[in-house]
């Protein structure tokens, strides 16, 4: 067989292959996450964006898990749920008024039809039932799930078909924060919420952005107005220590950050007498598995990060262009729903892509039955694309990955055909014996080591690959009042005055300082940033920064009559009312997060089971075992029975 050319398609699926050794593995990781919008606006820009995402990918991807677990498959992706988008799911406001928007979906629905019809516009007529079905079996789907879509993914977490994991709390871009405290207590808040709402402690974190900065020296990047330092330089913490604190296991990088990195002795070769390689060694020395492995990262040298180092898991670029890019990907097909062109006052779609840079006055009608078409084929493409990413270490000793992460809104919302391109990938690859398997990331690591330990830059995956994209001549005057924020609620938080010895009026006291500290999460939101330097919803994020920035100073007011008067004002009793109202995001925060020198010990963590024996693996060298050596195979066990999960029990 050619090394370029995968094998056979044979004429027929062939599902008798329970014993197949996978060669290679494919592994999706969907990133879902929409800032706090409940509370903030509903149109154009607020709750919409949350019910627009509930309808057109949460429940799609709801049902495209429930299709292949009636059949025997699993999509085994990496799913991160943000704690943010999960305080929103479970808060009673969406739960209430989701309904509601799909209600009128429906009935703007059958209102196209009736115009339709009128005018003799009998296939327009015909897609406006189309979506008065799309929308009626979302309204179903979420009824029989009693309102909890989160319940929902849990059932094939607990199942084992997917494996949820963590981000930070609000979404703060870690790179740019400006205390070691705010990065940890992102991340030690984000572990809480998944917990309460996931009931599992997080193997896993979706870094924001994919950004990633080692520990240290470090300068504000902005000054006070008068030009003078915010606050002196220190020496920060990595990204991967504060991810380790927290007893989580791994993390996603960006494809440069990786290809631009340097191997690293580990520890233990150090302590083995291993020779400190050249700065120049490459990480690997099979270059084609690069990209193709996991690494863990070196940087944090404190005891626990040495004995409990981060893996990190390099992003594919070439599988990634064809599901990204809405010109040269699979999303710009001439056949698929074109995303921009609505007709209102209902908003639905009736048109296709057609072609590249086509018209909107010339757009043709959509065709779902051609759409679902194209998703068969582009599966196949990129299922033949894997394979030839994976192929030249697919007889390996440890089998290489190709991880494959994007925004879950682009699957469904975005791209509209994306759950079902989704689901017809799993199929490809149960139907067809070509050596690879869908796993997730926390199923490759129980069974196979690391290549090693890398040292990486600061980065992104954003444009430039940098910090550009959230700190920039538009965006820096968001930073020069998040870093006062962040060091003022450090000191209030370090003092303790807020704690029932510390205070007389200590109910009050400690209401306004979670309700800082909530502020606080939400200012450093990096989506504000997004949004501003895309231009995409530049006056909202502009706004919405100032809402949260104002509140903060309200609080912070609050506080300080507080101190001197023992009590607050009636009016200022009424405000912190309704702001807590309002923003009333993490119920179980911990302000002493935000104390100076605060940090999780992973001691005082109780043990994964589920990861014990993988921690105890010897680290390993930065090269697979030879072709010829013996290779580590994962274990089949039985699975735990579960339930098959049904949206609609009458069905």
């Given amino acids: 067989m050619s090394a370029q050319t995968p094998p056979a398609t044979p004429s027929q699926p062939n599902r008798s292959h329970p014993d197949r050794k996978p060669a290679g593995f494919l592994s999706f990781t969907l990133h879902a996450h929409l800032p706090w919008v409940v509370n903030h606006g509903t149109w154009p820009h607020g709750i919409e964006w949350l019910h627009e995402a509930a309808a057109e990918t949460y429940l799609p991807l709801l049902r495209v898990l429930g299709n292949l677990e009636r059949d025997g498959i699993a999509l085994n992706c990496t799913l991160n749920l943000s704690p943010i988008l999960l305080e929103q799911l479970a808060h009673p406001v969406f739960k209430a008024d989701f309904p509601r928007y799909l209600d009128r979906k429906i009935l703007s629905a059958r209102e196209d039809e009736a115009y339709f019809l009128s005018v003799s516009e009998f296939h327009y007529a015909e897609l406006a039932r189309f979506w008065q079905k799309y929308f009626t079996d979302a309204l179903n789907d979420f009824n029989a799930l009693n309102g909890d879509i989160i319940q929902g993914f849990r059932h094939f977490n607990d199942a084992g078909l997917i494996e949820i ?6 979404h703060g871009y870690m790179p ?4 070691d405290e705010s990065v940890r207590a992102q991340v030690r808040t984000a572990v809480t919420a998944h917990q309460r709402h996931i009931g599992k402690h997080p193997r896993g974190i979706w870094a924001p952005e994919c950004g990633y900065r080692p520990a240290g020296p470090w300068n504000y990047p902005v000054t006070q107005q008068d030009g003078t330092p915010i606050a002196p330089a220190f020496n920060r913490i990595g990204v991967e220590q504060a991810i380790s604190e927290s007893n989580i296991d791994f993390f996603f990088v960006d494809t440069h950050l990786v290809e631009e990195s340097a191997r690293t002795p580990s520890p233990y070769e150090l ?8 700065k120049d060694e490459p990480m690997t020395h099979n270059d084609y598995r690069r990209l193709y492995q996991p690494y863990y990262v070196d940087g944090a040298h404190t005891p626990d990060a040495q004995q409990h180092p981060v893996t990190v898991f390099p992003r594919d670029p070439s599988t990634g262009t064809q599901v990204w890019s809405g010109n040269f990907g699979y999303p710009g097909d001439s056949n698929y729903l074109d995303f921009h062109k609505k007709r209102w006052p209902g908003g639905h779609r009736y048109w296709s892509v057609t072609g590249p840079s086509v018209d909107m006055a010339d757009k043709q009608p959509y065709d779902p039955a051609r759409a679902a078409e194209r998703t068969q084929a582009h599966a196949s493409h990129f299922v033949h694309l894997a394979w030839e990413a994976l192929n030249a270490a697919m007889h390996d000793a440890v089998p290489p990955i190709l991880s494959s992460p994007f925004d879950a809104e682009l699957f469904g919302h975005w791209w509209f055909e994306g759950p079902q391109w989704l689901e017809a990938v799993a199929r490809t690859l149960q139907d067809y ?11 490759y690591l129980d069974q196979y080591p690391r290549a090693g330990f890398i040292k990486m830059h600061e980065g ?5 690959g940098t910090n550009h994209v959230w700190m920039n001549p538009e965006t820096e005057w968001t930073y020069a009042q998040i870093y006062p924020a962040e060091l003022y609620l450090r ?6 005055t807020w704690k029932p010895d510390g205070h007389a009026n200590q109910p009050t ?3 306004i300082v979670k309700q800082l500290c909530r502020e606080l999460l939400l200012l450093e939101s990096s989506d504000w940033q997004f949004l501003i330097t895309t231009g995409a919803a530049r006056d909202y994020a502009e706004l919405r920064f100032e809402t949260h920035m104002d509140q903060f100073n309200e609080l912070k007011s609050m506080w300080q009559h507080l101190e001197s008067h023992q009590s607050i004002t009636h009016e200022q009793e009424e405000r912190l009312a309704a702001v807590e109202l309002r923003d009333s995001i993490f119920p179980d925060i911990e302000p002493d997060f ?6 999780q010990h992973r001691a005082d963590e109780r043990s994964h089971p589920a990861t014990d024996a993988a921690r105890r693996h010897t680290l390993p060298t930065a090269d697979p075992p030879p072709r010829n050596g013996s290779s580590a195979q994962p274990t089949s066990p039985d699975p735990a029975p579960h339930s098959t999960y049904n949206p609609n029990p009458s069905a």
């Fill in 491 to 496: 000191d209030l938080c370090t003092a303790g």
């Fill in 271 to 278: 302590r083995d007498g291993a020779l400190v390689p050249s």
């Fill in 176 to 179: 740019l924060l400006g205390t």
């Fill in 594 to 599: 935000w104390a100076a020198g605060s940090r």
């Fill in 509 to 511: 006291a400690e209401r």
């Fill in 165 to 170: 994991i963590t981000c930070c709390a609000t």
């Fill in 460 to 464: 992104s995956w954003g444009a430039e």
């Fill in 433 to 443: 014996p070509i050596g690879i398997q869908l796993t997730s990331a926390s199923d």
